[in-house]
Nanobody
């Protein structure tokens, strides 16, 4: 009943930038938290950043000052502006929706940071 679709991934050089987008559709509660998680090959999935429906963000320490999470008021659309990218940022990035009731995940978008 809820679908999350990520976009914006790609190949970028170290120091470059990308902007990821997540479009959510379906029956979504007004109070929720949307976030970005990433998973590199052989690694566990980890939280990158999240933002509440009220606009309060939370960042993983390694991306503070480099990444900015935002969501559009009145719409279930979320963005992640990724600046000064590093090779260790390479991963598949997943959109997540947390709420009272079921949680949902997108299929992911691949970000590769390489010279």
């Amino acid at each position: 009943q809820v679908q999350l679709v990520e976009s914006g991934g790609g190949l970028v050089q170290p120091g470059g930038s990308l902007r990821l987008s997540c479009a959510a559709s379906g029956s979504i509660r007004s109070m929720n938290v949307m976030g970005w998680y990433r998973q590199a090959p052989g690694n566990q999935r980890e939280l990158v950043a999240e933002i509440t429906s009220g606009g309060t963000p939370n960042y993983e320490d390694s991306v503070k000052g480099r990444f900015t999470i935002a969501r559009e008021s009145g719409k279930n659309t979320m963005y992640l502006q990724m600046n000064n990218l590093k090779p260790e940022d390479t991963a598949t990035y997943f959109c997540n929706l947390r709420q009272v009731g079921p949680d949902y995940w997108g299929k992911g978008t691949l970000v590769t940071v390489s010279p």
